[in-house]
C-alpha cells in the first residue's frame, strides 16, 4: 500500500518526526507505528520535519486543523454566484475561529503543510492564503465527506495541483469566444425572430456547452465508444444544433410549425412531440477520427425520469450477452446527466437513480451529473425548492464527490469538467458539478419573471453575458482587437440568418415516425418446443455443482421435476414452465435480464432462479450453467424501487432491443410508483419519439384476502392507456400459456417490438388449475382466448357465456355450483389488449343457443377490464345478445381489508354468476345491463 498518498500536510511532517526517532531507536515508537515503518520509508526527498524545538507545537496543531477546514469547508466562501460581488462569510475557515493570529501561523514554516504542486512558500500563512486562493475561488470543491482515503487524497491533489486546469499557454482562449458567441447567437436570434415562442434559453449557462466539448472530446479520447447525454429542455435546443449537430434548418423548421408537417398515423398514432423534448443522436467517426457516438434520448417535461432511462441505456451499452453465463462488463459508454437545480432535490426518482451507482448490475462506471443551476425553479426560490444549502447535497449522501463552480468562469468550468472525467475514469465512479448560473428570462420566455423576482432580475438585467466577460478579458490581454468579439457574434448571427431566410419548414422538418412491424409476425411465432429438446433441457437445469448442499426443504420438488417426464400425464407448473421458457430462450441465442424485487427466489417461493449451499452460501444460477444456453443469463434483485427500476429497464431494452429484458414486481400493486415512466416512456414512446421499448413487466395480481395493496395491479390503467397496438396485455391462467407468451415475445423482439404486460399469479402458481399438460408446451402456441375445456353439458345446451380472465376463473371453475349450470360455459379473455375480436368472434360461433354474455370480474365495477370491454364486446355482439356485468360494485379502493369479508362477497359473486336471472343478486355484486 502507498501510505505517501495517505500522508499529506501536518499529518506528513507528524510522520516524518515519528520515522527519525524510529531510525534512532525503534522503542521510541508505539506499536502501530513501529508495524507501518518496518513496510514505509519516506521518498529519498522527503524534507525533514523541522525540530519540535524550533515552533510552538499547539500552533502547529491549531494551523493543521485550519488547513483541514479550509480543504473541508472552503467551498462555502467561494465567489459561486455569478450574480454576487462578495462570498458568503465563514467563520470556519478565520484564523480567529482556530485561535490563532497572523503571526502565530506566519512564524511557521511552510512545509508544515504539504500543498501538491505548490510554489516555494517562505513560511505556514503564505501556505494557509494560497489554499484559501485554490479553496474559495470561484470553484468550489467539496470533498470533506469522502471516507476512501485514496480517493479523497486524489481529489484534493488535484485541486491543488491544478492538474486539470486548462494551461494558459495551451488553452485556445479564442476559440472558447468563438464557441460562446455561437452559442449566444442562437439564443439572441430565436429570441429576435421567434418572440414569444418557448424554447428555454441556456443563456446565463452557456458554458455547459464548453464543459460538454471537453466530455465529448475526452470520451473520443478514450475510446469510449458511446456518450450519452440525458437532460431536460432547459438549452436543450442549443445543445442538440452545437453537440449533436442537428442542422438549424431543422430546428427553425420546428418554430416555424409548418401546416403540412406529419399527421396522425392512424396505424401508429403517430402524434409526435414538442421541439425541446426529441432525442437525437451523432457519431464522430469523421470528424474526431473516434469511434465514438453521441447519443441524447428524448425527455418529457417530467424533468429527471430521463435519469434511470439513461442509466439503463449505458448499462445495457456496457455488458457483452453472447455467451453462456453472466453478461461481460466494460465501460464502453460514458453516462452524462444535466439536471435542474430544484429538480435534482425535490424529485425522488433523482435519488433512486443515484443509489444505483454502486449497486451490481446497475453500476455503470459512474455518471457525470451537471446541476445547471439557475437558482430558481419556475417562480420558486431557493429556499421553498429544498432543505439543503446546496441543490447538489443529496449526492453527498452516496459519497459522490462535488465541485461548485460559477457560471461565468471559463477556465474554472472546464477544470470542473475535466477533474469530473479523470475521476470517473480512475475510480469508476459518479461525480457531480454544480454548475451555478442564472436564467436570462424567464421559465419559458413568454413568462415574466419580476412578478417574482424582481430584485434578481434587477442584477440579471444589468449583468453582461459570459461571451461579453470573457470578450473583455481576452481584448485585455490582446488575444482580440477591439470590435472583434462582436464581428463574431455577428459572424454566427447571419449563419442563422441565412438558413432562416432559406427556409423550406416542410421539406426541412424530420420526423422520427415509426415504421410498421410485418403483419402477422406475432401470430407467426413458433413458439412449441418439441419433447426431446424440453426433456434435455429440464435435466440439464437439474445438475449441480459437485458437493453443493442443497436446501433440504427444496429436495423433493427437484426430485419431483427430474421425473417429469417419465410420464404422458406429468403436468408442469408455472414456474418449471417459466424456466424451460427461459432455458429454450437462451439456447435460442437470445439473451435474458430478468430483475425486479425479490425477483431470484420469487416473491412467493416460486422461482429459485439461484440455489444457496446451505453450508457456505455460494450461489448456483442453473441458467447460467446448462450446457446448451448460447447467451447469457442475468438475474437481479432490484433495489426496492418502481419508478427508478422500472426507467432502468426500458432504458436497457431500447438500448439492447435484442435481448429479453423482464421486471418484476414483489404485488403488482407496487408498480403504481411508476406510473409516470410508464406513461411517458414504456406506453406513449412510439407515438411521441418513434422510440420502440420492449420490456415486459410481471405483476402479480388478483383478490386474495390480502388487502387493497396485495391485490390489484391496475389492469384498468394500463388498459386506458393501450392505444394504435402500443403494448400487449395479457392475463394468462395456465403454465403453458405463460410459456408460450415468454417464447413469443422473446422471438419476435426485432421484428415486432412491443412492451409486454403480464398479470400473473399469487397463490394459484401451485394450483392444479394452473399447471398445464407437457403436451400443450410441444404442440399449439399462444391463444388470445381459452374455451371451456370442461363443459358440464353439449355446446348446444350453453345458453349463458360467462367471460372472465385470470384467476377469477379458478373460482368459477372450482365452485360446486359449476356442475349444476349446464347452460353456462367458463370462456378466458387471455390477452386484453389487443383486444381478440376475430377470436371471440369465431368462439362465440360454437354455441348457438347462447342468449346472453355475463363478464364476471373479481375487480370493483370501475376498476378491472370491464370498462374496456364493455364497448368492444357490445361492438362484437351488437343487440344480438345482451351483455351483463358480474363483479364488485363501484369502490375507490381495490379490494377490503378484512379476508372474512373477501371471502364472503368473493362467494356471492361466484353465487351470482352461475345464478344470473334466477335469482336477486346480493348487496357486494352488482349486476348491469350493458
Not at 425572430?193 to 475526452?218: C, H, Q, W
Not at 433523482?350 to 439557475?374: C, Q
Not at 480512475?426 to 413568454?446: A, P, S, T
Request: charged share 20%; glycine share 6%; with cysteine.
Amino acid at each position: 500500500m502507498n501510505h505517501d498518498k495517505e500522508f499529506n500536510g501536518p499529518n506528513y511532517a507528524y510522520i516524518l518526526e515519528l520515522y527519525q526517532k524510529y531510525l534512532a531507536d525503534p522503542n521510541l515508537v508505539d506499536d502501530a507505528s513501529r508495524r507501518l515503518f518496518q513496510q514505509w520509508a519516506p521518498p529519498a526527498d522527503a524534507q525533514p520535519a523541522p525540530p519540535a524545538s524550533d515552533f510552538d507545537l499547539l500552533a502547529v496543531a491549531k494551523t493543521a486543523r485550519l488547513a483541514r477546514s479550509i480543504r473541508s469547508y472552503g467551498y462555502l466562501s467561494a465567489q459561486l454566484n455569478p450574480l454576487e460581488a462578495e462570498p458568503n462569510e465563514n467563520p470556519l475557515v478565520s484564523l480567529e475561529s482556530h485561535n490563532l493570529s497572523s503571526q502565530d501561523v506566519a512564524n511557521l514554516p511552510a512545509n508544515i503543510l504539504t500543498i501538491s504542486g505548490a510554489p516555494s512558500l517562505s513560511n505556514a500563512l503564505e501556505a494557509i492564503e494560497l489554499l484559501r486562493a485554490i479553496y474559495s475561488g470561484t470553484i468550489g470543491y467539496d470533498y470533506g465527506y469522502i471516507r476512501i482515503p485514496e480517493e479523497r487524497s486524489w481529489l484534493y491533489q488535484a485541486a491543488e495541483s491544478g492538474t486539470y486546469r486548462p494551461p494558459r499557454q495551451t488553452f485556445d482562449r479564442k476559440k472558447l469566444l468563438e464557441r460562446l458567441s455561437q452559442v449566444e447567437a442562437f439564443e439572441l436570434f430565436l429570441h429576435r425572430v421567434y418572440p414569444g415562442k418557448t424554447r428555454f434559453s441556456i443563456e446565463g449557462l452557456d458554458l455547459l456547452l464548453p464543459m460538454l466539448d471537453e466530455l465529448v472530446n475526452a470520451t473520443a479520447q478514450a475510446n469510449i465508444s458511446s456518450a450519452i447525454i440525458g437532460m431536460a429542455h432547459r438549452g436543450r435546443l442549443n445543445v442538440l444544433a452545437h453537440i449533436l449537430q442537428i442542422p438549424y434548418s431543422q430546428i427553425l423548421a420546428e418554430f416555424a410549425d409548418p401546416k403540412g408537417r406529419a399527421h396522425t398515423w392512424n396505424e401508429l398514432g403517430w402524434t409526435g412531440d414538442v421541439k425541446y423534448h426529441m432525442g437525437a443522436s451523432k457519431s464522430l467517426n469523421a470528424e474526431k477520427n473516434a469511434n465514438t457516438t453521441i447519443y441524447m434520448p428524448a425527455n418529457p417535461s417530467h424533468l429527471e425520469q430521463i435519469d434511470p432511462i439513461l442509466v439503463g441505456m449505458a448499462r445495457a451499452a456496457n455488458t457483452r450477452v453472447g455467451q453462456r453465463g453472466e453478461p461481460l462488463y466494460e465501460n464502453t459508454s460514458l453516462p452524462v446527466l444535466i439536471h435542474g437545480d430544484a429538480s435534482f432535490t425535490g424529485q425522488g426518482i433523482v435519488a433512486e437513480t443515484l443509489n444505483f451507482s454502486r449497486v451490481p448490475g446497475y453500476a455503470v462506471s459512474g455518471t457525470i451529473h451537471i446541476i445547471a443551476n439557475n437558482q430558481l425553479g419556475f417562480t420558486a426560490k431557493e429556499g421553498e425548492s429544498r432543505s439543503s444549502l446546496h441543490a447538489s447535497d443529496l449526492a453527498e449522501g452516496f459519497e459522490i464527490p462535488v465541485i461548485h463552480v460559477n457560471a461565468d468562469d471559463p477556465s474554472a468550468c472546464l477544470e470542473a469538467a475535466r477533474t469530473a472525467f479523470a475521476y470517473r475514469q480512475k475510480f469508476q465512479k459518479d461525480f457531480v458539478i454544480n454548475l451555478i448560473g442564472y436564467r436570462r428570462y424567464g421559465h419559458n420566455e413568454g413568462d415574466e419573471p419580476r412578478f417574482t423576482q424582481p430584485v434578481m432580475y434587477k442584477k440579471i438585467d444589468a449583468h453582461p453575458t459570459v461571451r461579453q466577460l470573457w470578450a473583455d478579458q481576452c481584448e485585455k490581454e490582446g488575444l482580440i482587437q477591439a470590435g472583434e468579439a462582436e464581428e463574431i457574434l455577428q459572424s454566427y448571427l447571419n449563419v442563422l440568418q441565412q438558413a432562416n431566410a432559406q427556409l423550406d419548414a416542410e421539406k426541412e422538418l424530420v420526423e422520427p415516425l415509426p415504421q410498421p412491424p410485418p403483419k402477422g409476425a406475432a401470430q407467426q411465432a413458433q413458439t412449441a418446443i418439441p419433447h426431446a429438446r424440453l426433456k434435455d433441457l429440464n435435466r440439464s437445469l437439474l445438475q449441480f455443482p459437485d458437493g453443493f448442499h442443497l436446501n433440504p426443504k427444496l429436495v423433493k420438488s427437484i426430485e419431483k421435476r427430474k421425473t417429469l417426464f417419465d410420464s404422458a400425464q406429468s403436468k408442469i407448473d408455472w414456474a418449471a414452465a417459466e424456466e424451460l421458457a427461459f432455458a429454450s430462450i437462451l439456447e435460442d441465442g437470445i439473451a435474458i435480464r430478468l430483475t425486479g424485487q425479490d425477483s431470484i427466489r420469487g416473491t412467493f417461493s416460486q422461482r429459485h432462479a439461484a440455489f444457496y449451499d446451505v453450508e457456505n452460501g455460494a450461489p448456483h444460477t442453473p441458467l447460467q450453467t446448462f450446457p446448451q444456453a448460447k447467451a447469457s443469463f442475468e438475474v437481479l434483485n432490484s433495489p426496492l424501487s418502481e419508478a427508478g427500476a422500472i426507467g432502468f429497464e426500458i432504458g436497457y431494452s431500447l438500448a439492447a432491443p435484442q435481448r429479453l429484458v423482464i421486471w418484476e414486481a414483489q404485488y403488482g400493486d407496487f408498480v403504481n410508483n411508476a406510473q409516470g415512466v410508464l406513461d411517458e416512456f414504456l406506453l406513449s414512446a412510439r407515438a411521441k419519439w418513434g422510440l420502440t421499448p420492449s420490456l415486459v413487466l410481471l405483476l402479480p395480481h388478483g383478490n386474495e384476502g390480502q388487502g387493497p395493496d396485495h391485490s390489484s395491479a391496475r389492469i384498468e390503467r394500463f388498459l386506458g392507456l393501450a392505444a394504435e397496438t402500443n403494448v400487449r396485455i395479457a392475463y394468462p391462467s395456465t403454465a403453458a400459456q405463460y410459456f408460450h407468451l415468454l417464447r413469443r415475445q422473446a422471438l419476435i423482439l426485432e421484428t415486432d417490438p412491443l412492451p409486454l404486460i403480464v398479470f400473473t399469479p399469487k397463490g394459484l402458481l401451485r394450483h392444479p388449475l394452473s399447471a398445464s399438460p407437457l403436451e400443450e408446451l410441444t404442440s399449439g402456441k399462444w391463444s388470445r382466448v381459452l374455451d371451456d375445456p370442461d363443459l358440464p353439458g353439449e355446446k348446444s345446451d350453453v345458453r349463458n357465456i360467462i367471460l372472465c380472465s385470470g384467476r377469477i376463473y379458478v373460482d368459477l371453475a372450482t365452485s360446486p355450483l359449476r356442475r349444476d349450470n349446464k347452460d353456462d360455459a367458463l370462456v378466458r379473455v387471455e390477452q386484453l389488449y389487443p383486444f381478440p375480436e376475430k377470436q371471440l368472434k369465431e368462439l362465440l360461433g360454437e354455441y348457438p343457443n347462447v342468449e346472453r354474455i355475463i363478464w364476471v370480474q373479481e375487480e370493483p365495477f370501475n376498476m378491472g377490464a370491464w370498462n374496456y370491454l364493455r364497448p368492444l364486446l357490445r361492438e362484437l355482439t351488437g343487440d344480438r345478445l345482451p351483455l351483463h356485468y358480474v363483479g364488485r360494485p363501484e369502490s375507490s379502493s381495490p379490494s377490503e381489508g378484512s379476508s372474512t369479508l373477501y371471502r364472503i362477497n368473493q362467494q356471492s359473486l361466484i353465487e351470482q354468476a352461475f345464478a344470473f336471472e334466477k335469482q336477486p343478486h346480493t348487496s357486494s355484486v352488482v349486476k348491469t345491463r350493458g
